[in-house]
């Protein structure tokens, strides 16, 4: 019965590919977001998305794409890793906008090679 | 939204009272005070939030000073699980953006 939950825990990739991290929660928000916490663990936030509208998005590279089939799911997709991506990703969710309280998931390791 | 302050690390005995402190001294009318942890290798885990007066949960209680420019995170009896890094986030009524900074690493001796 976990909330938020992702796949992988761990990714380890080679420079140039592609990869997707999912994310799924069962709380029934209506916001989910991505965070990347790097090596020196500073969180920040990168998107969210709220009934399947991108409300937030930070200056990212465009490599990056969030992806979400319903508000139970917000995909991650980096192409062309580079060796800079390497970080934990967090996703969260939020019953709605404002100051409500988000819920984290175990969050993602990748690395790059 | 407001930056917040907070030591770069603290002990505490288990069993005693932890007091964490958190300066926002340019928090607006309506912004919130948030406390979230992060316990090693796992997720930010919300604990509290409050805006104005004071607040307590199963978890923590939340001071907040009378001028809203400092609060203060107070975990009764803390314990060997509670080491954690615990982040204070200023956060405005209209902003999903939850701006974490460097936090307080507390670490809970026997």
């Known amino acids: 019965d976990t909330a938020v939950s992702q796949t992988p825990k761990y990714l380890v990739t080679q420079m140039g590919n592609d990869k997707s991290i999912k994310c799924e929660q069962n709380l029934g928000h209506d916001t989910m977001y991505w965070y990347k916490q790097d090596s020196k663990k500073f969180l920040k936030i990168m998107f969210s998305?709220?009934?399947?509208?991108?409300?937030i998005n930070e200056t990212v590279p465009n490599r990056f794409s969030p992806k979400s089939p319903d508000k139970a799911h917000l995909n991650l997709h980096i192409n062309s890793l580079e060796l800079g991506d390497s970080a934990v990703y967090f996703c969260?969710?939020?019953?709605?906008?404002?100051?409500?309280?988000?819920?984290f998931g175990p969050g993602t390791r990748l690395t790059v090679l | 939204d407001a930056k917040t302050t907070q030591p770069p690390s603290m002990d505490c005995a288990e069993g005693r009272a932890a007091n964490l402190p958190c300066n926002h001294s340019?928090?607006?009318?309506?912004?919130?005070v948030y406390w979230y942890r992060q316990i090693h290798s796992q997720g930010p885990q919300y604990i509290i939030h409050g805006l104005k007066n004071n607040e307590t949960n199963e978890m923590a209680s939340l001071i907040i000073t009378e001028d809203r420019k400092s609060s203060t995170l107070i975990l009764p009896h803390a314990t060997l699980r509670d080491t954690a890094v615990y982040y204070c986030i200023v956060r405005g009524y209209n902003n999903n953006d939850m701006r974490f900074g460097a936090g307080t690493r507390l670490t809970v001796k026997p």
């Open positions: 998305y709220n009934n399947k509208e991108l409300i």
């Open positions: 969260a969710s939020s019953p709605g906008t404002a100051t409500d309280t988000q819920y």
């Open positions: 340019t928090i607006s009318g309506n912004e919130y």
